[in-house]
């Protein structure tokens, strides 16, 4: 069965760089979901989508945004990164209650 | 903001025991779910128990909701070294469709 696909998994950035993460949800699913896990932490909710509008917004910073497009992809962008931005994020996707993860970006700012 | 938290956050044990990890809550929920997280891997699900369930099963899951005390156990039996993983449950703080997840208990099977 198809799953999330988060892209890419890993990346590397500088302080104040900017930062694109991307997610492919499961096919037919209409919500996503932006998770960020820090290490050693739960993950935390960062926003969501429902039918490509914004539909809940947790701790996200302001120099964060992100979209979902009309093929249901969703992008997190990042900007002025900052050393506390390293993280594990997870994009989510659901068409009911449960939300099926994908693998991760891990994040990692120097 | 923090809804679940689990306990024990460790817990250490020998192939073929039993394994009990409980989540507490704040808020109301109309469901909690519990995932499995492989050392900095992503979210598996294992489980969904609805606010109106008492105890659901899933192969050698079983997992128990009390509202009343806000409260849900997940039992892991006849564990095996491939369970070892971080285990989260996860709630729907009041309603809401965003997940609030506890802390985590940090699962060793010893071979």
């Known amino acids: 069965a198809a799953g999330v696909i988060q892209s890419p998994r890993h990346l590397i950035k500088e302080k104040r760089e900017t930062a694109t993460l991307k997610c492919y949800p499961i096919p037919r699913h209409d919500t996503v979901y932006w998770y960020q896990q820090g290490p050693g932490q739960d993950p935390q909710f960062l926003i969501s989508?429902?039918?490509?509008?914004?539909?809940d917004k947790g701790s996200i910073p302001d120099r964060f945004s992100a979209q979902q497009f009309s093929d249901y992809h969703s992008e997190l962008n990042m900007s002025s990164l900052e050393l506390g931005d390293s993280a594990l994020y997870f994009c989510?996707?659901?068409?009911?209650?449960?939300?099926?993860f994908g693998p991760g970006t891990r994040l990692t700012v120097t | 903001s923090q809804q679940g938290e689990e306990d024990p956050q460790a817990l250490s044990i020998q192939e073929g025991e039993n394994a009990t990890m409980n989540c507490s809550y704040k808020t109301s929920i109309n469901n909690l779910q519990w995932y499995r997280q492989n050392s900095g891997r992503g979210l598996v699900h294992l489980i969904l128990i609805r606010s109106n369930e008492r105890e659901k099963h899933s192969g050698r899951l079983r997992v128990t909701l009390d509202t009343s005390k806000k409260s849900s156990s997940l039992l892991i039996t006849a564990s095996r070294a491939a369970d070892t993983a971080s285990y989260f449950c996860?709630?729907?703080?009041?309603?809401?469709?965003?997940?609030?997840f506890g802390k985590g208990t940090k699962l060793t099977v010893n071979p």
């Open positions: 989508f429902y039918e490509k509008m914004q539909s």
């Open positions: 989510a996707s659901s068409l009911g209650i449960e939300q099926y």
């Open positions: 996860a709630t729907d703080e009041g309603g809401s469709e965003k997940l609030v």
